[in-house]
Each structure stands twice: as C-alpha cells, then as structure tokens.
C-alpha cells in the first residue's frame, strides 16, 4: 500500500516529463541486478545494430521497487524498466506505466509471448506490461542419491506419493542426507515452488480477477499435509524452518537433498559450479499427477508520459527475435516466447527442455496487493505456510490466512 501511495504522486509529475525519443540520445532503462548475466549483453547487441540506443542501468534488487516508484512520483523515473512481473499491477493501478495493449496486439507472435508474465501485465483489461526475462519453477533429483537408495535415477516423481516414497528411500540412506528440502519461513521461495502443487491438482490461490482468496480449499489442506507428513518423517532438515531462502539453492547444490522443487535458474548454476551433483529435472506434480509452473522473472514496462512506444516496440522485436531469446537463454533467463524456446536452448544442456515446457505453462498470481499478501515476511501467505508446515496443527493457519488474505485484497478494490 506504501509503494501505490508513492506511485500515485507520478500523475502529475511524469506529465512534465513528456518528451520525444528523437531529442534524445539515449533512452534509459533500469533492471534488477538478477538479471545481471544476460541484461548488459542484450542491450550492447541492441545497441550494436540499432540506431536507437538504450543506456543500462543495474539497480539491486531489493531496492527496485521503492526507488523506481519514488523516481516517478519526482520526475526522475528512466524510460524502461526490467521490473519483477508480480510488481506490474500495482504501478499500472497508481498510473505510473504507459498503456502497452496495442504494441502488444501488433506483435504477430503474441500469443505466443509467456501468458505468466502477459497475465501478470494486465491491469484491468489493459496490458501494461510485456515479458522480458524469465524464470520457471520445476522439480529437481539427485541421481546419485536415487541409484544409492535403489530408486531408477533416471525417472523422476510424478506425483505427491512418488515424491514422498523416493525422500524417504533417501533419507534412509543416514547421516546428513535428507529427502527433501524447501525454505519454509521464504513466502516467495514457496509461491514459486509450492503453488505449482495446488494448480496440478486442480486447486487455485486467488480467483475472480485476484479479487477472491482460495486458501482454504480440499487442494490446499493435501499440499500441506503432504509437506507435514515429510517434516514429521524427519525427511526435511530442521534447517528449513527458519531458511528464508538463504539456502533455496544451496540445500541441493550440497549433494545431500533428494528431491528439491527449485528455478530453472538451479540447471545452469549446478552444471557451472558443481559438476559433481548428477541431477534429473521434471516437473512440480500434483496429488496424482498433472503438472504445473510458476512463472517468475521480470516485464518489461515503459515509464508513462513519454512518447517512447516506437521505440519500445523497436526493442522489444529485439528481445523476441531469435537471436534476443538466444542471448537471454545463454545469460541465464528462459526464453519468453514459446515459438522460437527450443531454438533459443539448443545449444545449452539438454535439461533446459524440461524448463522451456514449465515456462509455457506457467502461471503467476495477479494483484496489485501481491508484495502484502504473499511476500511479506507479515502477510498471511508466509505465516500461514510455516505455522501450517511445522506447527502443531494445519487447520487454524490456513483458516486464519484466509481471513486475512481476503481482508487485505477486499482493502485494495
């Protein structure tokens, strides 16, 4: 609520700002330092063969969202931004980003751009907001550790009962290794990892346009059960109660963890700098089966009261062209358009398939009230979760969290 307050000053402020792209000679744009692998290339390429020039600007990403939003409302803000997607609703509902719905539709691949990023860039009827790196959430597994616990380490679960048979095969094998690991006090670790288990199954978070809370649904209760079930098995380190994403990636990348629900970002890491760790990648089941994706990573979007468009368009064919989607893949992201995504990884290891196939059918929850509701380390998504996954009892955080949840969202419409 803090950053729409401080967004909603940029109105009038950005109507000074109005200028046109030839009298300038440079165009600026800001991106998270996540995106620090493959963003500086992009733009020097685009540069390199376009007279339009873009200068780059790394913001760390914690900072992001407060300085962009206070940039804006003092007339400072720069001309694109490389922001988190879930961030897009809340600065298209302050007025702070130029309406992009008909750049968008003049794209002859549109439907084929990521609907987790699309869907997350699209406020009220309107799409603000354009996808420009990505992410997706999939399922990783030790082959060595399967091979040692007599498990096929080339087959990965497929579904809840899978999973939990195969971290309790691995947990048995003694010492410090364990079954299964997630970071249980990361709200933003487990909506990324955790969701994916609700929508396989058929469940949802948030429904009716983001305006109606779904926690306390049949979907919800087995998905944390399923966690709480493993934790009580000892299956999951007792580190993981108060990991708040800290060890997200590294709790696997120590050769100790079974099974982890991770990023796509985990294959490239693992391969790079631990060779060592022979892993599987599939993806996040449901009860039965099914499969789902998270999809994370940042839009694109275009600061308000610039006459800017033809050259956000200009780059943005860029981004999606294969040669921009090659230059992402190879950075790190995963390609964002799902026409040209085998093209893209061809030449990366062969897991980052799996990955592309999550990206296309990933999905992002959209709200303008999404930092309150699920990242806060005081919303209901992240108290709920780690109350549900170690405490006594599942019941009375999920009842709670609802109640809340939907106090927060009734608040913001």
């Known amino acids: 609520m803090k950053l729409l307050k401080i967004a909603a000053l940029a109105a009038t402020a950005l109507s000074i700002l109005s200028t046109t792209v030839s009298a300038q000679e440079k165009l600026t744009m800001w991106a998270r330092n996540t995106s620090e692998a493959f963003m500086p290339a992009l733009i020097k390429a685009f540069n390199d063969s376009h007279k339009t020039q873009i200068e780059l600007q790394i913001v760390p990403s914690e900072q992001m969202v407060q300085k962009y939003a206070t940039a804006a409302a003092g007339g400072s803000a720069p001309d694109f931004v490389s922001l988190d997607l879930v961030y897009s609703p809340s600065f298209a509902k302050a007025g702070v980003l130029e309406d992009l719905t008909d750049l968008a539709k003049s794209l002859p691949y549109f439907d084929q751009l ?31 550790l399967f091979k040692q ?38 709200g933003g670790c487990n909506a990324f990892t955790f969701m994916p288990l609700i929508w396989a199954s058929g469940g949802d978070i948030l429904v009716d346009d983001g305006k109606k809370a779904t926690l306390d649904s049949p979907q919800m209760h087995d998905a944390i059960n399923f966690y709480r079930d493993m934790v009580a098995k000892g299956y999951v380190p007792e580190s993981a109660k108060t990991d708040s994403g800290k060890n997200f990636f590294g709790g696997f990348a120590t050769d100790k963890i079974g099974i982890s629900p991770i990023g796509a970002f985990a294959i490239g890491n693992l391969v790079k700098n631990y060779p060592s760790v022979d892993f599987g990648v599939t993806f996040i089941p449901g009860k039965t089966g099914g499969k789902a994706s998270f999809g994370g990573g940042d839009n694109f979007v275009v600061t308000a009261g610039r006459d800017n468009l033809k050259a956000a368009k200009e780059f943005l064919e860029f981004v999606y062209s294969i040669d921009g989607q090659t230059l992402l893949a190879k950075g790190g992201s995963l390609p964002t358009r799902a026409d040209v995504a085998a093209e893209a990884v061809k030449s990366l290891d062969q897991r980052y398939q799996v990955a592309t196939e999550a990206m296309k059918i990933g999905r992002t929850p959209s709200s303008p009230v999404y930092n309150d509701i699920i990242n806060s380390n005081t919303g209901p998504w992240k108290q709920m979760l780690n109350e549900a996954f170690f405490g006594p009892d599942a019941n009375a955080p999920i009842a709670k969290a609802q109640e809340n949840m939907q106090s927060i969202l009734d608040s913001a419409n």
């Open 114 to 144: 990521s609907k987790a990023h699309v869907g997350a860039g699209t406020y009220d009827g309107r799409i603000y907001a354009l996808p420009m790196s990505a992410d997706a959430s999939v399922l990783l597994w030790n082959k060595n």
């Open 149 to 186: 616990a007599g498990l096929n380490p080339d087959k990965g679960p497929a579904n809840w009962a899978e999973i939990e048979d195969a971290a309790g095969k691995v947990n048995a094998l003694g010492g410090d290794i364990h079954g299964f690991y997630f970071s249980g006090a990361c």
